[in-house]
C-alpha cells in the first residue's frame, strides 16, 4: 500500500511539473511554432474568444511569452533593465519577477525593447537580455548563473550602423544551453545548462555577426547539427564539437535576418523579409555536411512572424500577404491579403495569424484556398507594432502588447 501511495504522489507531482499542452520555449514545444493541444474551437464567436484575463502593468517589450507548469513567463523592460516575470497561469497574478540585465543599444531605428522569450526547462528558467546578458534562474525566482555574450565571449550583434540588439531565444539541448553571442571568436557557443560552464565555442569562418533568429536543431543523415540564421546567411555546426559544417546565403536580408529556420528532416528552410525563400537539402560527407539549394522563390518571404509548417505546407506571411505553399517544392498555392504582415502559430488543425496592427484571425490550413474561421482586433494594441507571436497553450491564446498581456480561452466547451 505505502508503495502504491509513493507512486501516486510522483505521479501526481511529475504532472504539475510538466504538461503536455505548455508551449515551454519560443515557437512552442518543438521550436517549430506547433501546440501538441487538442480539443480547441474550430471557429470563433463574432467578436472573437472570451477574455479569461488580461495584464497591462507588467513593463514593455516584444517579448512572446512560454508557458509551463501553471505559470507563464514573460520578459519585460522598465526603464533601462530587463526582467523576467512568472505570472499564475490560471489568473495572471504576479508570482516573481527577477532582473536580467539591461535595454540593449538600437542603432539606426529606434525599436528598443526586451525581445527574448524565456525558456523553461524543468526548475530552470533561461532568458536573454537584449543587451546580451544571459541569466539562469531558478524557477522561483532565484539566480543560478550568468553569462555575458559580449563581455565573456566577444559578441557582436547587427552591424556597426545598424542593430535591434540580441533577441534570440536560448536552446536548451539535452545536458547544454545553446546559443549566439556573435563575434569572431565565440559565434555560436554551448553552454552547461547547470553551471554555465563552456562546453564549445564555434568561431564561424571570417567571423559574423548575431542577428534575430533562434537556434534550431536538425538531424541529417544521423549527424547532429544546430542550424541558426546570421548576418551572412544560415550556418550548420556539429552538436557534439562545435565546428562549422555548412553556409548558405540565399536568403540573407541585407536589413534583418529573423526566421527561425523551419526543418523537416534533413531539409532547412528560411527566408528573408526583403528577399525570398529558400529550402536547402543536407547531405552527410564523411566529417562533413553539404547544404543544397531545393529551391528559392522571392513570393516566400516571411520574416519576423515565421512560418510553421502543417500537412506538408508552409504557412506564412510577406509583408503585404499570408502564403500556403508546398514545403518540397516551394509552388504556391494561394495568398490572401488577411490581416496582412503577421505572426502565426497553429494548433489542433488551425492557423493562428495576428497581425501587426492588432487584428488576429483563425484560418484553417488547407492547400485548396484561404478558408477564415473567425477574426477580431485585440484591444489597446499599444503603441508599437504587436511583433510577439501568439502562443497556444493549455486552453489560452496568449497575446503580447507592448505593455499589456491578454489570455483568451479558445477551449471548446
Known amino acids: 500500500m505505502r508503495r502504491l501511495v509513493v507512486s501516486s504522489l510522483a505521479v501526481g507531482l511529475a504532472a504539475l511539473v510538466a504538461s503536455a499542452d505548455d508551449w515551454p520555449q519560443w515557437r512552442g514545444p518543438n521550436r517549430d511554432g506547433v501546440s501538441k493541444e487538442?480539443?480547441?474551437l474550430k471557429e470563433?464567436?463574432?467578436?472573437?474568444?472570451?477574455?479569461?484575463?488580461?495584464?497591462?502593468?507588467?513593463?514593455?517589450?516584444?517579448s512572446t511569452?512560454?508557458?509551463a507548469a501553471g505559470r507563464v513567463y514573460l520578459q519585460t523592460n522598465k526603464g533601462g533593465d530587463e526582467f523576467v516575470v512568472a505570472l499564475d497561469e490560471k489568473t495572471g497574478a504576479d508570482v516573481w519577477a527577477a532582473k536580467i540585465g539591461g535595454v540593449g543599444q538600437n542603432r539606426g531605428m529606434n525599436w528598443p525593447g526586451t525581445r527574448s522569450t524565456p525558456t523553461v526547462d524543468g526548475d530552470r528558467v533561461y532568458g536573454l537580455a537584449s543587451d546580451g546578458e544571459l541569466t539562469c534562474l531558478g524557477t522561483d525566482g532565484k539566480p543560478r548563473w550568468h553569462k555575458s555574450l559580449v563581455k565573456d565571449f566577444g559578441g557582436r550583434v547587427g552591424t556597426d550602423k545598424m542593430s535591434w540588439a540580441y533577441s534570440e531565444s536560448v536552446l536548451v539541448d539535452g545536458d547544454v544551453v545553446v546559443c549566439t553571442p556573435g563575434g569572431d571568436e565565440a559565434t555560436l557557443v554551448?553552454?552547461?545548462?547547470?553551471?554555465g560552464d563552456v562546453v564549445w565555442k564555434c568561431p564561424v569562418p571570417g567571423g559574423d555577426a548575431a542577428e534575430y533568429a533562434s537556434v534550431m536543431p536538425v538531424d541529417a543523415g544521423g549527424k547532429k547539427q544546430y542550424v541558426q540564421f546570421l548576418r551572412k546567411g544560415v550556418v550548420g555546426v556539429d552538436a557534439k564539437t562545435g565546428k562549422f559544417l555548412w553556409r548558405y546565403a540565399k536568403t540573407?536580408?541585407?536589413?534583418?535576418?529573423?526566421?527561425?529556420?523551419?526543418?523537416?528532416?534533413?531539409?532547412?528552410?528560411t527566408a528573408g523579409g526583403r528577399t525570398g525563400g529558400g529550402l536547402v537539402e543536407l547531405t552527410v560527407e564523411g566529417d562533413g555536411v553539404t547544404a543544397k539549394e531545393v529551391y528559392f522563390d522571392k513570393a516566400l518571404a516571411a520574416g519576423i512572424g515565421g512560418a510553421v509548417l502543417v500537412g506538408g505546407h508552409?504557412?506564412?506571411?510577406?509583408?503585404?500577404?499570408?502564403?500556403c505553399a508546398e514545403f518540397g517544392t516551394g509552388k504556391v498555392l494561394w495568398t490572401d491579403r488577411s490581416v496582412g504582415a503577421?505572426?502565426?502559430?497553429?494548433?489542433?488543425?488551425?492557423?493562428?495569424?495576428?497581425?501587426?496592427?492588432?487584428?488576429v484571425a483563425l484560418i484553417e490550413p488547407t492547400p485548396a484556398e484561404?478558408?477564415?474561421?473567425g477574426r477580431f482586433t485585440q484591444p489597446d494594441p499599444g503603441p508599437k507594432p504587436t511583433w510577439p507571436h501568439p502562443v497556444v497553450a493549455n486552453g489560452g491564446l496568449y497575446l503580447r502588447a507592448w505593455n499589456a498581456l491578454l489570455c483568451y480561452d479558445v477551449k471548446a466547451k
Open 38 to 40: 487538442t480539443g480547441l
Open 44 to 62: 470563433w464567436p463574432k467578436d472573437g474568444p472570451p477574455v479569461r484575463w488580461k495584464r497591462a502593468d507588467l513593463g514593455e517589450g516584444y
Open 65 to 67: 511569452p512560454s508557458v
Open 190 to 195: 554551448a553552454l552547461n545548462k547547470r553551471t
Open 252 to 269: 540573407v536580408d541585407q536589413s534583418a535576418n529573423m526566421l527561425t529556420p523551419v526543418v523537416l528532416g534533413n531539409k532547412v528552410f
Open 314 to 323: 508552409l504557412y506564412g506571411a510577406t509583408a503585404q500577404v499570408v502564403f
Open 342 to 359: 503577421a505572426a502565426v502559430c497553429a494548433a489542433d488543425g488551425r492557423v493562428y495569424l495576428r497581425g501587426q496592427k492588432g487584428e
Open 370 to 373: 484561404y478558408r477564415e474561421k
